[in-house]
């Protein structure tokens, strides 16, 4: 590793250790992850250009991202989403499909054919893994309207991954579709192993580990989580749907026969890594890609960036604003809408394809990447705005992270 390249780490790490002291010193009213994203922007190329993501440091922040997308998928009670929970997660999620294919075909109409599709799955998304971080530290997590957040979330997340296999990828739609069907029975396949009772005594023999240096169960965690990944690469899925599945999984084996004080400090020990150390630098790097440059080259993509949050909460929004209608109280309800409507990591990827496909111009992949950095900046800070009016002890207290 260069010299450069270890003072651009550095920074990174550096950045990630201030954004929450400045939380702390603004009493947490507003989540650490907007300082990363913030304090990433100013450290990277199109500001300060103390650290570029490339090489080692954007290794380390998809490392962040794939344990963050691990630690979504840990919390994620199947149990807890089957019956109306899901049905609801999944009707919003389809109206929202439909309503991005409005905008698609209204950009179709307008001569902007290619970006089109593009445009119609960004705007179908949701930002679980960003969520995830705010809604702890806020302890909305905790409350009932967590469960609908997560469902929510999970499939504004995942929903969008298998549009774009099916939609964006280069290979044949139905070989697309028999790999996503692979890759579920494996998933399904891992799930009933990881709940076998047969296999009670390999789990038990990793969590003996626990309380040793070796820290077994951390390490087969991270090998569960890089079979999946390398997994879902390999058969050109994209990678989040690997790391999420690594946690459904790993939740189901120490759900199936350890007892609640072993999980809670196994919990205790992932988390230190994930939040602690690489999803931090996961959302910094998240900032640092910003292409501000091209967006000042060409003013008017600025205009795109409040274009794309009003359509996020169009889209999103007006779904689960009605789906969710007598489900949730007014402000639960509310805060929802605006929690479904934030949308980046999957920004990102639609709008890389976009621009290596030649679909979409790179200002325009910018200011549609700006737009949903926005959305994760303002949209939760406005939902727990909501919720403070009427769960104050949900919204204000807080849980270190």
Same mark, same amino acid.
Do not use: C
């Given at each position: 590793?260069?010299?450069?390249?270890?003072?651009?780490?550095?920074?990174?790490?550096?950045?990630?250790?201030?954004?929450?002291?400045?939380?702390?010193?603004? @009493?947490?009213?507003?989540?650490?992850?907007?300082?990363?994203?913030?304090?990433?922007?100013?450290?990277?190329?199109?500001?300060?250009?103390?650290?570029?993501?490339?090489?080692?440091?954007?290794?380390?922040?998809?490392?962040?991202?794939?344990?963050?997308?691990?630690?979504?998928?840990?919390?994620?009670?199947?149990?807890?989403?089957?019956?109306?929970?899901?049905?609801?997660?999944?009707?919003?999620?389809?109206?929202?499909?439909?309503?991005?294919?409005? *905008?698609?075909?209204?950009?179709?109409?307008?001569?902007?054919?290619?970006?089109?599709?593009?445009?119609?799955?960004?705007?179908?998304?949701?930002?679980?893994?960003?969520?995830?971080?705010?809604?702890?530290?806020?302890?909305?997590?905790?409350?009932?309207?967590?469960?609908?957040?997560?469902?929510?979330?999970?499939?504004?997340?995942?929903?969008?991954?298998?549009?774009?296999?099916?939609?964006?990828?280069?290979?044949?739609?139905?070989?697309?579709?028999?790999?996503?069907?692979?890759?579920?029975?494996? +998933?399904?396949?891992?799930?009933?192993?990881?709940?076998?009772? #047969?296999?009670?005594?390999? @789990?038990?023999?990793?969590?003996?580990?626990?309380?040793?240096?070796?820290?077994?169960?951390?390490? +087969?965690?991270?090998?569960?989580?890089?079979?999946? *990944?390398? *997994?879902?690469?390999?058969?050109?899925?994209?990678?989040?749907?690997?790391?999420?599945?690594?946690?459904?999984?790993?939740?189901?084996?120490?759900?199936?026969?350890?007892?609640?004080?072993?999980?809670?400090?196994?919990?205790?020990?992932?988390?230190?890594?994930?939040?602690? !150390?690489?999803?931090?630098?996961?959302?910094?790097?998240?900032?640092?890609?910003?292409?501000?440059?091209?967006?000042?080259?060409?003013?008017?993509?600025?205009?795109?960036?409040?274009?794309?949050?009003?359509?996020? !909460?169009?889209?999103?929004?007006?779904?689960?604003?009605?789906?969710? @209608?007598?489900?949730?109280?007014?402000?639960?309800? #509310?805060?929802?809408?605006?929690?479904?409507?934030?949308?980046?990591?999957?920004?990102? *990827? +639609?709008?890389?394809?976009?621009?290596?496909?030649?679909?979409?111009?790179?200002?325009?992949?910018?200011?549609?990447?700006?737009?949903?950095?926005?959305?994760?900046?303002?949209?939760?800070?406005?939902?727990?705005?909501?919720?403070?009016?009427?769960?104050?002890?949900?919204?204000?207290?807080?849980?270190?992270?």
């Amino acid at each position: 590793m260069t010299l450069s390249s270890l003072s651009g780490l550095f920074f990174v790490v550096a950045a990630a250790a201030l954004a929450p002291m400045i939380a702390l010193g603004l @009493r947490k009213r507003v989540p650490s992850v907007i300082f990363e994203i913030l304090l990433g922007i100013l450290i990277g190329p199109a500001v300060l250009a103390l650290a570029n993501p490339t090489g080692f440091v954007a290794n380390l922040g998809s490392m962040g991202l794939a344990l963050l997308m691990f630690l979504a998928g840990l919390e994620v009670d199947l149990r807890e989403m089957r019956g109306s929970t899901l049905k609801r997660a999944g009707a919003s999620w389809g109206l929202s499909v439909l309503l991005a294919g409005v *905008v698609a075909g209204v950009l179709a109409l307008t001569g902007q054919g290619e970006a089109a599709l593009f445009v119609g799955i960004a705007l179908s998304t949701t930002a679980l893994g960003t969520l995830l971080p705010i809604l702890r530290e806020s302890g909305v997590f905790q409350t009932p309207l967590g469960k609908h957040v997560m469902a929510v979330g999970t499939l504004g997340e995942f929903g969008p991954i298998v549009l774009i296999a099916l939609l964006l990828g280069e290979r044949n739609a139905w070989a697309v579709a028999l790999f996503l069907l692979g890759f579920a029975a494996l +998933v399904i396949g891992g799930l009933w192993l990881a709940r076998n009772r #047969r296999l009670g005594w390999l @789990r038990h023999t990793i969590y003996e580990g626990l309380h040793a240096t070796s820290q077994l169960p951390v390490r +087969v965690t991270m090998l569960t989580i890089v079979f999946f *990944v390398l *997994v879902a690469d390999d058969l050109g899925i994209d990678t989040l749907l690997g790391s999420f599945a690594a946690g459904l999984i790993v939740r189901a084996a120490i759900a199936a026969d350890h007892a609640p004080a072993d999980v809670g400090i196994y919990q205790g020990k992932i988390e230190a890594v994930g939040f602690g !150390v690489l999803v931090p630098v996961f959302f910094v790097v998240s900032g640092m890609q910003i292409d501000i440059r091209s967006m000042i080259e060409h003013p008017s993509s600025f205009a795109v960036i409040p274009v794309i949050v009003v359509l996020m !909460v169009l889209v999103r929004g007006i779904p689960t604003h009605f789906i969710y @209608r007598g489900a949730l109280p007014t402000a639960q309800r #509310r805060s929802l809408v605006l929690f479904s409507a934030t949308g980046l990591p999957l920004v990102v *990827v +639609v709008t890389q394809l976009g621009v290596q496909q030649g679909a979409l111009q790179p200002q325009i992949a910018a200011a549609m990447v700006a737009g949903g950095l926005l959305s994760v900046v303002l949209l939760p800070l406005l939902g727990l705005r909501e919720l403070r009016q009427e769960l104050p002890a949900a919204a204000s207290s807080s849980s270190p992270r």
